[in-house]
């Protein structure tokens, strides 16, 4: 090997390999040589998308996990949703969905932080958090049938306006109670924003609102922005009232999400 070869320079020949072995040669090499925690890191973290085996798969990521660890941690910090991530696939493939929605929720939680300083979290980020913690059995407050049934009844007729509203919101709730006030705004500014929400999915929406709030505190839930809520009909009322009472039961049984999670790096 060169002695000028870093871990960059493999990690892009390893991205032009013409087979999955030559790339996971060319990834170890990357592993051997690289010389700081990032490196480490990074190199780690394609070894473990590069594996064969859950039981590499899972070595690998978290070696990723550790090497982070030990990085500054503005140089590391942009990549930890994608490294979280890759942690938590890895656990579910293995079986393990109690370690894979620890670490799922590590990605959310370092996700919203980098939006939160006004970095940009691809939307495919988060749709992948968020499946992945339902294919785990996670269910985060807020996300009730209901909103499903709306975002499957807005796709239907084409609704595009108000998806483009509701959708950022349903993909980035993991289950806090900021997370789940963000989404009733979202819902609410999608009811009353003239022509986004169709007299088909009027109810559902309003079904989707009263079933978000009846799921989070009552000091948490934000006041209703619908001043016009006159102009909703008796028997609009009436169903929101029946779906809302509905989720109680799922309430219940659902886990609370975004609570007891260390500060990052956790394993």
Same mark, same amino acid.
């Given at each position: 090997?060169?002695?000028?070869?870093?871990?960059?320079?493999?990690?892009?020949?390893?991205?032009?390999?013409?087979?999955?072995?030559?790339?996971?040669?060319?990834?170890?090499?990357?592993?051997?040589?690289?010389?700081?925690?990032?490196?480490?890191?990074?190199?780690?973290?394609?070894?473990?998308?590069?594996?064969?085996?859950?039981?590499?798969? $899972?070595?690998?990521?978290?070696?990723? !996990?550790?090497? =982070?660890?030990?990085?500054?941690?503005?140089? $590391?910090?942009?990549?930890?949703?994608?490294?979280?991530?890759?942690?938590?696939? #890895?656990? @579910?493939?293995?079986?393990?969905?109690?370690?894979?929605?620890?670490?799922?929720?590590?990605? =959310?939680?370092? =996700?919203?932080?980098?939006?939160?300083?006004?970095?940009?979290?691809?939307?495919?980020?988060?749709? #992948?958090?968020?499946?992945?913690?339902? #294919?785990?059995?996670?269910?985060?407050?807020?996300?009730?049938?209901?909103?499903?049934?709306?975002?499957?009844?807005?796709?239907?007729?084409?609704?595009?306006?108000?998806?483009? !509203? !509701?959708?950022?919101? !349903?993909? @980035?709730?993991?289950?806090?109670?900021?997370?789940?006030?963000?989404?009733?705004?979202?819902?609410?500014?999608?009811?009353?924003?003239?022509?986004?929400?169709?007299?088909?999915?009027?109810?559902?929406?309003?079904?989707?609102?009263?079933? #978000?709030?009846?799921?989070?505190?009552?000091?948490?839930?934000?006041?209703?922005?619908?001043?016009?809520?006159?102009?909703?009909?008796?028997?609009?009322?009436?169903?929101?009232?029946?779906?809302?009472?509905?989720?109680?039961?799922?309430?219940?049984?659902?886990?609370? *999400?975004?609570? *007891?999670?260390?500060?990052?790096?956790?394993?």
């Amino acid at each position: 090997m060169s002695t000028g070869t870093t871990a960059r320079s493999l990690w892009e020949r390893a991205t032009e390999a013409q087979s999955t072995a030559e790339s996971a040669r060319l990834l170890n090499q990357a592993w051997e040589v690289s010389t700081t925690p990032l490196e480490r890191a990074l190199s780690a973290h394609y070894l473990s998308h590069a594996a064969s085996g859950d039981d590499d798969r $899972v070595r690998w990521a978290r070696l990723s !996990v550790e090497s =982070a660890a030990e990085a500054e941690f503005t140089d $590391v910090v942009e990549y930890l949703p994608a490294i979280y991530l890759a942690l938590a696939e #890895a656990y @579910r493939r293995f079986g393990d969905a109690e370690s894979a929605q620890t670490h799922y929720l590590n990605a =959310a939680e370092v =996700a919203e932080s980098l939006e939160s300083a006004g970095a940009e979290i691809e939307d495919q980020t988060w749709a #992948a958090i968020t499946t992945g913690l339902a #294919a785990c059995g996670f269910v985060a407050q807020g996300l009730s049938e209901d909103v499903f049934t709306l975002i499957d009844s807005l796709v239907e007729s084409n609704s595009f306006g108000a998806l483009s !509203v !509701v959708l950022p919101a !349903v993909l @980035r709730c993991t289950g806090t109670d900021e997370q789940v006030i963000r989404l009733i705004d979202a819902l609410e500014s999608a009811y009353w924003t003239p022509g986004l929400i169709g007299d088909e999915n009027r109810v559902l929406t309003l079904a989707a609102i009263a079933a #978000a709030r009846i799921q989070i505190s009552a000091d948490a839930a934000p006041q209703s922005s619908s001043a016009g809520i006159g102009e909703v009909s008796t028997a609009d009322l009436g169903v929101v009232a029946e779906s809302a009472a509905s989720t109680v039961t799922d309430m219940e049984a659902a886990e609370e *999400g975004g609570d *007891g999670l260390d500060v990052p790096f956790r394993l």
